[in-house]
């Protein structure tokens, strides 16, 4: 017998297994922590909210709604990007501190909405565990997007030693915003049926915005006198006179994208479900309806190239037959829009004034300065727009998709956005041929949202669009593989087909 040694453990046979001492835990039990932060959060949020009400009771209302739904989401955090996807066409065209203060209402949503899942994931994370960081090539390519389109153009200001004022500060902020955005609806979405309820929230929201934006462009029930308060641009109620669909997003092409992609997301949920075809036929022929009143020649493009990428992505050249009807129908309804806009051509120069104004506005306000002092190398400032007091709103905007990245970042920002087209075009092609059902849906439309936009690009900076850039950063997290259980129809099929490993591993959805 050793020292210190039980007789037990001493005779106990050569190479036996023995059992180690009994040692108490005394780590915290899992979601204690959670628990306690969660509890602290509602007794100091009861203090504050009762504070408020000595003071003004619709401020007191205000946040007891707030903390209703910060506990909702909580809860439930796929629910925060269904109301994410709900809201931001509805609310994107309001002007920056109209309705809140310095954000827009859907800015300030998705602020909360995503500092409540960041406050959540801290509670769950255990003592001296940090999650791994693992990006895709995707939100690799998003996040070099939002470098090149802030950092980079800043230090370049700075080492230059220009002023950096608060537009390109807010502007800076765009692509991150984005990235952000891509998170929430990539952290909350976990499950095929919440990409499912998505999608279908996503096209319920895009029919009173098309319905909005049609019978603006006819100057029907006085529509665009009901928008003026609430959704003039920069405050130029006029702009809403000009017989163009801009409905809630208070922007005619950004209207028309956000519709074509919800045209894709209808097309694609047709295909790969085969259900409810009547209620998806009349959303499209809406869509398309809705997309041609915003009354732009460049949005009728996108809406032929998101037509031939919908049958080339799914393998059904049938798709363009069905756009020839509805295509009609459009004609006949829109007649009156199409008219004005054909009356362009009949000016002295043989063009329309939007098309002469454009090009005479990149010639006198940016290009001259682009190709200037090795400016197209690192950007000339993140601010879009420059201040032009001839103009109703005050700003004339960038409007070239291509000389935007340049103007904004240079020729890194523009490798990047090449970067992220081809990732996102790739990954969205995956997912649409081999992804499950609501993925290969979100697939098909984030593959027609980038090529849409990439064509695009060349008229305007459609990939910060607001509402429509929103949907396409949504879709591609929608359509992004992701690690999750098998649904009740892939458990039964995997059954019935008593598949080898190999044939399963395929069919599971990707982490």
């Keep these: 017998m050793t020292d210190g040694a039980p007789t037990r453990l001493a005779t106990a046979p050569a190479g036996a ?5 009994l040692r108490r835990d005394r780590r915290p039990m899992p979601g204690l922590t959670e628990r306690w932060l969660v509890a602290l959060g509602i007794v100091v949020t009861a203090v504050l909210i009762g504070g408020m009400s000595t003071l003004d009771h619709g401020v007191a209302l205000g946040a007891c709604l707030v903390a209703a739904f ?14 994410l996807i709900v809201a931001t066409p509805l609310t994107a065209g309001i002007d920056r501190g109209l309705a809140i203060p310095v954000f ?52 370049w200001m700075l080492a230059r030693h220009r002023d950096i004022g608060q537009d390109d500060i807010l502007y800076a902020l765009v692509m991150w915003k984005f990235l952000g955005i891509y998170v929430i609806v990539r952290a909350c979405v976990t499950s095929e049926r919440q990409v499912h309820r998505c999608l279908w929230a996503s096209v319920a929201v895009a029919c009173p915005v098309a319905l909005i934006a049609l019978l603006q462009s ?32 208070a922007l005619p092409a950004a ?47 996108g809406l032929f190239i998101g037509v031939v990428c919908i049958a080339v992505v799914t393998g059904t050249p049938r798709v363009l037959a069905l756009f020839v009807p509805a295509a009609a129908i459009a004609s006949v309804a829109l007649r009156p829009v199409i008219d004005r806009r054909l009356s362009g051509f009949q000016s002295a120069s043989g063009l329309p004034v939007s098309w002469t104004g454009r090009l005479h506005n990149l010639q006198a306000y940016f290009w001259p300065r682009l190709l200037s002092d090795w400016n197209f190398l690192l950007g000339v400032r993140p601010s879009a727009r420059v201040a032009v007091a001839t103009q109703a709103t005050g700003f004339v905007w960038i409007e070239s998709g291509y000389t935007w990245l340049l103007w904004g970042g240079g020729i890194p920002l523009l490798a990047s956005f090449v970067f992220f087209v081809q990732s996102g075009a790739a990954m969205a092609w995956r997912a649409a041929q081999r992804g499950p059902a609501a993925a290969s849906a979100a697939g098909v439309a984030a593959f027609v949202a980038i090529i849409v936009t990439t064509v695009l690009m060349v008229f305007d900076p459609h990939l910060t669009y607001r509402g429509s850039a929103d949907l396409l950063f949504f879709l591609l997290a ?34």
């Design 17 to 21: 297994w023995q059992r180690p001492p």
């Design 70 to 83: 910060v506990a909702a989401i909580w809860a439930w955090p796929a629910l925060g990007a269904l109301v």
């Design 104 to 155: 827009r209402p859907s800015e300030a949503l998705a602020l909360l909405i995503g500092g409540t899942l960041a406050a959540r994931g801290l509670t769950r994370l255990r003592t001296g565990h940090l999650p791994r960081l693992r990006l895709s090539r995707v939100e690799l390519s998003i996040a070099l997007l939002a470098v090149t389109s802030s950092v980079v153009p800043l230090l």
């Design 218 to 249: 006819l100057q029907i029930a006085g529509v665009e006198h009901l928008l003026a308060p609430l959704f003039s641009p920069f405050g130029h109620s006029g702009a809403l006179l000009h017989a163009r669909g801009s409905s809630t997003l």
């Design 255 to 301: 209207t028309a994208d956000l519709l074509i992609y919800n045209l894709a997301i209808a097309a694609g949920l047709w295909l790969r479900y085969r259900r409810h075809a009547w209620i998806l036929a009349l959303a499209a022929v809406l869509f398309v309806l809705g997309a041609l009143s915003s009354g732009e020649f460049s949005s009728a493009i």
């Design 478 to 511: 929608l359509a992004a593989p992701r690690t999750g259980r098998a649904t009740g129809v892939e458990r039964s099929a995997r059954r019935q087909a008593g598949k080898a490993p190999e044939a399963i591993r395929e069919t599971e959805v990707e982490g």
